[in-house]
């Protein structure tokens, strides 16, 4: 089993739609879980740390469900500038260096 | 707003030829690390450095690899014979601290733009 595994894509949707992506992850010690956005053949960009309580940044809505191993996002009212890809991230359990583990990304493509 | 820089953006070279590739860190930055991603693949880890020397390798971080600091501004990466299949981008990535800074908080990692390395 992967270590973390999302839903390649692509997701295609038109501008102000709403889009939600998935990911779950294998090691069940896992603490920390991010979402990171990567644009074609840019480095990866922080988008936002998962809390298990859920948390919200805007039109983005990250939540944790430890139990399941699953982690989601949300991104409300679409904008043309948020096709990229988003790349779910696990910092390992194991080790102090703070080592991320990357999902293969999912790519929306937001359509005007 | 501080970055990580990364050199060259595009490298080419030979099968069996020696590569460095170069970036400079955050200033105040403690951890380094280099990850890879080839084209249509997930960015995977290579390596962490802390406190002058490999804190954690992967898999992939073979005798071929290895990793300097050798002014206290940049952070190398060396591969000594490339192959057809170390195609890929190359992140630098460095962080403040560790996993966590005694608090449970995550120190975010900032990565730089990549090299791009091409082996023929």
């Known amino acids: 089993r992967k270590e973390v595994e999302q839903d390649p894509g692509p997701f295609n949707v038109p501008e102000g739609a709403t889009v939600a992506f998935n990911c779950t992850y294998s090691?069940?010690?896992?603490?920390?879980f991010f979402w990171y956005r990567q644009d074609c053949r840019k480095e990866p960009k922080l988008l936002m740390s998962?809390?298990?309580s859920g948390n919200e940044d805007g039109r983005f809505t990250a939540q944790l469900n430890r139990a399941s191993q699953y982690i989601s996002l949300l991104i409300r009212d679409s904008k043309l500038s948020d096709s990229a890809t988003y790349l779910c991230v696990v910092i390992s359990p194991s080790g102090n260096t703070g080592k991320l583990i990357f999902g293969q990304g999912t790519t929306l493509q937001v359509k005007p | 707003e501080p970055e990580v820089t990364q050199t060259p953006s595009h490298q080419v070279t030979q099968m069996g030829q020696e590569v460095i590739l170069r970036c400079v860190p955050i200033s105040n930055h403690l951890y380094f690390y280099w990850y890879r991603q080839i084209l249509g693949q997930k960015v995977e880890f290579l390596v962490s450095?802390?406190?002058?020397?490999?804190?954690?390798k992967s898999e992939i971080f073979d005798d071929q690899f290895s990793v300097e600091r050798p002014d206290g501004s940049n952070f190398t990466l060396k591969i000594r014979s490339t192959k057809l299949e170390d195609s890929a981008m190359y992140f630098c990535?460095?962080?403040?601290?560790?996993?966590?800074?005694?608090?449970?908080?995550?120190?975010?990692?900032?990565f730089g733009p990549g090299t791009r390395l091409t082996v023929l």
């Open positions: 990535a460095s962080s403040e601290r560790g996993r966590t800074s005694g608090y449970g908080s995550y120190n975010e990692q900032f």
């Open positions: 998962v809390y298990s």
């Open positions: 090691n069940s010690a896992s603490q920390s």
């Open positions: 450095f802390y406190n002058n020397e490999i804190s954690e």
